[in-house]
């Protein structure tokens, strides 16, 4: 754990692109999701990416390692719907654990890898928690603005095996991300803790809301400032921004929490916003030199690409980021009485 801390000091560290978009290029098609496996299975499974971690891992490896290449330090797991609550619409709930288990492990080897023949730049993998597809504190039922389509509970539930599932498979890093609902994120965030206060261990843990429109507020109605405060009684590693917006339009909102919190400061925005096609037109240079801007104002430590990025944003982005000095005095956890200080 240690190692990512230290690396925090030294540099702005880079995190990948976009998962998603990566697998779009492969044009897989229903015998390609469903595999050899899966191929009487009851329900359609187009669509159903953490599952490619099964039975396309060549395919999941590929991609982490085409990120590393690219001078990103940490990659992301395949696992953004990877809780029972998102795998209902598959009637998968019964492969979560071995679906995280086998994403982290599959991004772990290509991580040790890369730090083999790098010992100089060691590699990192987050356990990517994805936001489910539900809400806690919001009804979706306009006529009934009492219900709720989860609970706390359940949602607490759910994201403790991911997390169990995504630390037994060997990542170094928890990364709650795309928070549109703060109370989903604390849901996860419990989780995490129990599963930390259980297993008697430390896990760095980063944080990622997402602004949804240009109110600046997340889909919650909170604004950036208020969803900071909102989760700072809990450890974390860092606490940031990623998808909804751009590079430029996310600047904004970094800038009100950037001197706010001790937490290292996180950002990954999509290459834009998406033309009428829902396709991101946003080259890698372009968005290189919205994030240079980021860097001038000493806003983050940790940044990377969302929706719409590859590992050529990722490249411009690394390139860039190695000439800056990193955001000062993110927190670091004390070795004196479990306290928290700064460095």
């Known amino acids: 754990m240690s190692n990512i801390y230290k690396a925090l000091q030294e540099r702005i560290l880079v995190l990948d692109g976009a998962m998603g978009t990566m697998l779009q290029a492969y044009k897989f098609s229903e015998e390609d999701f469903r595999g050899e496996r899966f191929k009487d299975y009851p329900t359609p499974l187009q669509g159903n990416n953490d599952l490619l971690s099964i039975t396309q891992p060549e395919a999941i490896k590929t991609i982490h390692a085409k990120y590393f290449e690219a001078g990103a330090d940490i990659v992301e797991t395949n696992t953004f719907s990877g ?58 039922d306009v006529n009934d603005p009492g219900y709720r389509a989860v609970t706390f509970d359940e949602l607490r539930i759910a994201y403790k ?43 760095p843990v980063m944080l990622s809301g997402t602004i949804t429109d240009a109110s600046g507020r997340t889909l919650s109605g909170q604004t950036a400032e208020a969803f900071l405060i909102s989760v700072s009684h809990i450890p974390l590693l860092s606490v940031g921004f990623n998808c909804a917006l751009g590079a430029n339009l996310l600047q904004p909102h970094l800038e009100a929490i950037a001197n706010k919190t001790e937490f290292a400061i996180s950002a990954h925005p999509n290459a834009g916003l998406p033309n009428a096609f829902g396709e991101y037109d946003e080259t890698p240079e372009e968005m290189g030199e919205q994030i240079e801007e980021y860097l001038k104002k000493n806003l983050i430590n940790i940044i990377g690409g969302c929706c719409g990025t ?34």
């Not at 800056?324 to 928290?340: F, L, N």
Request: charged fraction near 25%.
């Open 161 to 203: 095996q991911q997390a169990e599932a995504l630390l037994d498979g060997g990542v170094d890093i928890l990364l709650v991300e795309t928070v549109f609902d703060t109370l989903n994120a604390k849901a996860a965030l419990f989780a995490i803790e129990q599963v930390k206060e259980e297993r008697k261990i430390e896990v």
């Open 83 to 140: 809780t029972t609550i998102a795998m209902a619409d598959y009637q998968m709930e019964d492969l979560v654990y071995e679906l995280n288990y086998q994403s982290a492990k599959i991004a772990k080897e290509v991580a040790n890898e890369f730090t083999a023949k790098e010992p100089h730049k060691p590699r990192f993998v987050a356990g990517s928690i994805g936001p489910t597809n539900r809400t806690a504190s919001m009804s979706p």
């Open 310 to 343: 590859s590992p050529e944003h990722i490249k411009v982005i690394a390139n860039i980021a190695a000439k800056y000095k990193p955001r000062a005095h993110p927190s670091i956890p004390s070795q004196r009485e479990g306290k928290y200080s700064t460095f």
